[in-house]
């Protein structure tokens, strides 16, 4: 069966970078792309980007252009989000998901929380 | 950038009985033949899982009470009767262009 596993909690300090990890298993890794999402506490979705394991090709919100980086592993089948310069407002869970298309997401990690605070 | 809109932001449903929720998108979701319209509901706690893709296809292992229709620009996900199990949030999203938007969300609320 399709797994998604992320990495667990993280607190950070303003300014500094976090890296995610979401290991994935039960299907060809290269088959699909994947979605990054992510929550603020109490509030709605938003869409951080998707990457094509296929090439690596990569598509990014543009208000998070020059700060984020994903990147995919295929010897480990495993798929990377790197936030740098981090700032309070980044305080949020942090979703992958399996998905053909940017914006469609059908297996979900169980997210990671990320803290930044002082 | 396509803005997304739902109504009501707030449903309380009584068990057994209908709900629906509505979606609208600033521009037409329509190309190539498909509307790149998606459902999803995040219970308590949990990830969102895709209830809906392209506008009325039901994902793997969805149960066939929820339904999705429209075209272009006006989007409804039905529950045909309410389960407890239902509630949570329901987000629409269009994935036609990027950047990829979310609706607000509606809370579903089981009475």
């Known amino acids: 069966q399709v797994q998604m596993v992320q990495s667990g909690a993280e607190v950070k300090k303003p300014g500094a970078s976090v890296k995610v990890s979401c290991k994935t298993s039960?299907?060809?890794?290269?088959?699909?792309?994947i979605n990054w999402v992510r929550q603020a506490p109490g509030q709605g979705l938003e869409w951080m980007g998707w990457i094509s394991v296929y090439n690596g090709n990569t598509n990014y919100a543009q208000k998070l252009q020059g700060r984020v980086t994903m990147t995919t592993d295929t010897s480990t089948s495993t798929a990377y989000m790197e936030l740098r310069s981090l700032r309070s407002d980044d305080t949020a869970m942090y979703f992958c998901?399996?998905?053909?298309?940017?914006?469609?997401?059908?297996?979900w990690g169980q997210g990671t929380l990320v803290t930044v605070s002082s | 950038d396509i803005v997304m809109t739902q109504s009501p932001l707030s449903l309380p449903v009584t068990p057994g009985e209908p709900a629906s929720i509505s979606c609208r998108s600033s521009?037409?979701?329509?190309?190539?033949?498909?509307?790149?319209l998606d459902w999803y509901l995040q219970k308590p706690g949990q990830s969102p899982q895709l209830l809906i893709y392209l506008a009325s296809n039901r994902a793997s292992g969805v149960p066939d009470r929820f339904s999705g229709s429209g075209s272009g620009t006006d989007f409804t996900l039905k529950i045909s009767r309410v389960e407890a199990e239902d509630a949570g949030v329901y987000y629409c999203?269009?994935?036609?262009?990027?950047?990829?938007?979310f609706g607000p969300g509606t809370k579903v609320d089981i009475k």
């Open positions: 998901a399996r998905g053909a298309v940017a914006g469609r997401g059908d297996y």
């Open positions: 521009q037409s979701l329509y190309s190539n033949g498909y509307n790149y």
């Open positions: 999203i269009q994935t036609l262009q990027t950047p990829v938007i």
């Open positions: 039960g299907y060809t890794f290269t088959l699909y792309g």
